[in-house]
């Protein structure tokens, strides 16, 4: 159980373009995930806190017209990295919190690498 | 000061040695805290909860010390297949993370 997935794995595209990542578990509901962003030999940076059915919590100096984060049911949000820039290439992952998780425990995606050229 | 801190190693040390990383946390209103083991480029997988009280999985031993706000892992008889990033995180809702610490387990 707690099985979280992200597709795509790897993407790379054109400066200028915007990419969608999806996060879904598989076989729980998520009322709460969680994006991260993890740059090589660094600690995982939070982006945001997503809710399902309401607007997303962004971390200090996250820009949310730039990360579109959207949680439309309790098994998939979506991170939409818009007009991508070479310094937005990363490793982002999303993590995802069982409904009925007693301690708080997240479960994470494997991650899609970005690459902007 | 970053919200949780670790040394980041490397820890270099043969197979069958016992060793012990420590995480420190700033903010007092954490609630829960884990350890998440993370391989090169994949995505961490939880490890084990931390509780007051300890927390044993096998060879592996998580405390938490709340009044010092400090969070251990003790890995005993280590194998070549514990070498990977152990990252400590803990939070109120969401997880906030260190650095991670890096142990390499040779023959």
């Known amino acids: 159980g707690a099985v979280v997935s992200q597709h795509p794995s790897r993407v790379i595209c054109k400066s200028g373009t915007s990419v969608k990542i999806e996060c879904r578990s598989l076989?729980?509901?998520?009322?709460?995930m969680f994006w991260y962003r993890q740059f090589p030999k660094q600690s995982l940076m939070l982006m945001a806190t997503?809710?399902?059915?309401?607007?997303?919590?962004?971390e200090q100096g996250v820009e949310k017209d730039k990360f579109l984060i959207n949680h439309a049911s309790l098994t998939l949000s979506t991170l939409t990295v818009t007009s991508a820039h070479p310094e937005d290439s990363s490793f982002y992952i999303c993590?995802?919190?069982?409904?009925?998780?007693?301690?708080?425990?997240?479960?994470f995606g494997p991650g899609t690498r970005l690459t902007v050229l | 000061r970053k919200e949780v801190e670790q040394d980041p190693g490397p820890f270099n040390v043969p197979e069958g040695a016992t060793v012990a990383f420590n995480c420190t946390y700033s903010?007092?209103?954490?609630?829960?805290f884990f350890w998440y083991r993370q391989d090169c480029r994949k995505e961490p997988k939880l490890l084990m909860s931390?509780?007051?009280s300890g927390n044993e999985d096998g060879r592996f031993t998580a405390q938490l010390n709340r009044a010092s706000q400090y969070i251990s892992l003790l890995i005993r008889d280590s194998k070549l297949s514990d070498s990977a990033t152990y990252l400590c995180?803990?939070?109120?809702?969401?997880?906030?993370f260190g650095k991670g610490t890096t142990l390499s387990v040779s023959s």
């Open positions: 993590s995802a919190r069982m409904r009925s998780a007693p301690n708080n425990e997240q479960f």
């Open positions: 076989d729980f509901q998520a009322t709460t």
């Open positions: 997503s809710n399902e059915g309401s607007k997303a919590t962004y």
């Open positions: 903010n007092s209103a954490s609630q829960s």
């Open positions: 931390v509780y007051s």
């Open positions: 995180g803990g939070g109120r809702t969401a997880l906030i």
